[in-house]
């Protein structure tokens, strides 16, 4: 009889604290949270090591507005998603993309129109367009990348890849018990946080005094790491963890039929664009 589940025990009294407990309810509408975490990194994976190869700027973008089509309509809509889509990509994207610019060769693009001149320093056009061409082809793998990363948790890629990928067990629960440890870091440090505060040992105000309440936050932060790194060894030991070449699942990730139509209809788009624009010439 296989092993089910030896991080359970470990960590059943501390589920309130475990982001990863409850697994996101799928819905008709926003679909990504329903699919195989792998069709959602396949999908967009050759468009991303395409993009490496692109130098223009209407490429990047198509595939920035296809993210955005898919984020928008797959993953539900939040603050936290306008901040990423409608803020923080286009505010990384120009900021890069006028670094780049100012970091191009004058040399190569000086046959291009005049910006603007300040002393014997020169901005070209095509040194604008270079930048924000390389800005755009960041931000649009980045967005490709937000696919899986706003519709995934760990804990479900880690099980997708052992059940599918045919990942060893011993390597996918490892990496699935440092997934639960970040949530208890969290959890710990705001209790050490209270027991300060209760106390009073808050060390007045100022960037020195934050220092130092920080270095008194690690003793006991790492003493509970340490405790807790033991209670799932002796869950994972009580229950024969590594002793069969495979275990019992208590929560499956199946590969649908939507994930093969989903991952064929990203790959059927992203050849369209690849096509209409063909960034890489004759």
Do not use: C
Request: glycine fraction near 8%; charged fraction near 15%; hydrophobic fraction near 55%.
């Amino acid at each position: 009889m296989t092993d089910t589940g030896p991080l359970t025990a470990a960590t059943a009294a501390h589920s309130t604290f475990d982001p990863y407990a409850r697994r996101v309810e799928a819905s008709a509408v926003r679909f990504l949270y329903g699919m195989n975490p792998l069709a959602k990194l396949a999908a967009p994976l050759p468009a991303m090591a395409l993009l490496v190869f692109v130098r223009d700027a209407a490429t990047p973008a198509a595939f920035l507005a296809l993210a955005y089509v898919v984020l928008l309509v797959g993953v539900s809509f939040t603050r936290r998603l306008a901040a990423i889509l409608f803020l923080a990509l286009p505010l990384s994207a120009l900021v890069i993309g006028f670094g780049f610019a100012l970091w191009t060769d004058a040399s190569r693009v000086d046959q291009s129109v005049v910006v603007w001149q300040i002393g014997g320093w020169t901005m070209y056009g095509g040194a604008l367009e270079v930048g924000f061409a390389t800005g755009l082809r960041l931000a649009a793998i980045v967005g490709l990348t937000l696919i899986a990363g706003l519709s995934t948790t760990g804990p479900d890629l880690v099980r997708a890849s052992v059940q599918q990928l045919r990942v060893p067990y011993r390597i996918g629960y490892t990496a699935l018990a440092a997934f639960r440890f970040v949530p208890r870091f969290g959890h710990e440090l705001d209790v050490i946080r209270q027991a300060h505060r209760v106390r009073g040992a808050h060390g007045g105000r100022g960037p020195f005094a934050a220092i130092a309440r920080w270095f008194g936050y690690v003793v006991p932060l790492m003493a509970g790491a340490i405790r807790h790194a033991e209670r799932v060894a002796l869950a994972m030991d009580a229950r024969a963890f590594g002793a069969h070449p495979d275990r019992t699942e208590r929560y499956l990730v199946p590969w649908r039929v939507r994930d093969t139509v989903f991952v064929l209809a990203f790959w059927l788009a992203s050849a369209a664009v690849f096509a209409v624009f063909f960034p890489w010439g004759l």
